[in-house]
């Protein structure tokens, strides 16, 4: 393979880069040391935290190993055998696959391709049971890329209010929106709402392993801190220090991921123009994934024949369960030009 283009994170940086953005980082860096840290993650790092939602308080966030680890860790908090959720979808694999391995059933909510990964919020008012737990949505959307609107979120709050649900928000591209509208955390508009956060969709730190929840719910909050003593039990220092560091200059950050990725998706849109014949294509408002359609049969078998014949990996849409049309193609790194060519010297 030569062309990773199907990834979800956006283009890194170097540590040097990194510590570069705050005068003294690197020498408080090389002076860290490198003992445990505090389980719920260090006082700065949660503040720093705290400071992207309206709550402000370091007391509701929990960091994690990564973003998997409090899905895994809220599934288990929250879930039983014989429960039932509902999963936005297409969605990350863990989210159901988690609970399903708890015991729980999972009802997809699936949204409308045809419009951009729009859900309807309808259809979800037929999903609820009287063993449904929680809502799992991921806004902006992984693959889609579709952010939801101020009205739509307020809706399923709506919904999960009057069934006493949880909401769990995967939000780990909030702050990548684009012509999207930006909304508040599920967190700061639910008491039941749960949001996860990471760095490495919109600071482009994946390498950092470093991710958390945020909830005004304390008693689950207690619940999944105890949960995630029996996994890492705490995050590593020099990785909570850079996280911190990162998450006081974010403005910088994002402004470099978003600047990729628009040059990018520039690309992509004269791409997709030349190639209507073949390609359904719109223009994601958020994130750093896009689902495209292909028109010339069975995307699993084109994404197939691509990294054989020209080495450029891109996922199928039957990976995410939604059909053989659609493929997830990532554009937030820096050698898409080259894998975009390659692409298109592929297709002739």
């Not at 863990?94 to 045809?114: F, H, N, T, Y």
């Not at 937030?332 to 002739?348: D, H, M, Q, S, V």
């Amino acid at each position: 393979m030569r062309y990773l283009l199907c990834s979800s994170d956006p283009e890194t940086l170097a540590l040097r880069e990194l510590l570069a953005l705050e005068p003294g980082a690197a020498e408080r860096f090389g002076e860290l040391r490198l003992g445990y840290v505090e389980s719920q993650g260090t006082p700065a790092l949660r503040q720093a935290i705290a400071s992207l939602y309206e709550h402000g308080d370091a007391g509701a966030v929990l960091v994690h190993g990564g973003s998997q680890e409090p899905i895994f860790t809220f599934a288990n908090a929250v879930l039983d055998a014989g429960d039932h959720i509902v999963v936005q979808w297409p969605a990350y694999q863990s989210q159901l696959s988690i609970a399903e391995g708890i015991g729980a059933e999972v009802a997809p909510w699936r949204s409308d391709l045809s419009r951009e990964g729009a859900p309807d919020i309808a259809t979800l008012e037929t999903l609820i049971r009287p063993a449904t737990r929680a809502i799992v949505l991921t806004t902006p959307n992984n693959p889609t890329g579709y952010a939801f609107t101020r009205a739509e979120i307020e809706a399923v709050v709506g919904i999960a209010r009057r069934n006493g649900l949880w909401i769990f928000g995967d939000e780990v591209y909030r702050g990548s929106e684009r012509e999207a509208d930006p909304i508040p955390a599920i967190c700061d508009l639910y008491e039941r709402g749960i949001s996860l956060g990471g760095m490495s969709k919109v600071y482009g730190l994946a390498g950092l392993r470093i991710g958390w929840i945020s909830t005004r719910a304390r008693e689950l909050y207690e619940q999944m801190a105890a949960f995630k003593d029996y996994l890492t039990i705490c995050n590593s220092a020099p990785s909570e220090f850079l996280a911190g560091l990162a998450l006081r200059r974010r403005d910088r950050l994002v402004e470099r991921v978003k600047r990729i990725a628009t040059a990018n998706l520039d690309l992509l849109d004269a791409f997709f123009g030349r190639r209507r014949e073949l390609f359904e294509w719109t223009r994601p408002r958020a994130g750093t994934t896009a689902f495209p359609r292909y028109l010339g049969g069975s995307s699993e078998a084109f994404c197939a024949n691509l990294i054989e014949g020209a080495g450029v990996l891109l996922l199928p849409s039957a990976i995410f369960d939604a059909g053989d049309e659609h493929f997830r193609i990532g554009y937030g790194r820096a050698n898409l030009p080259e894998a975009l060519a390659a692409l298109e010297t592929f297709i002739g």
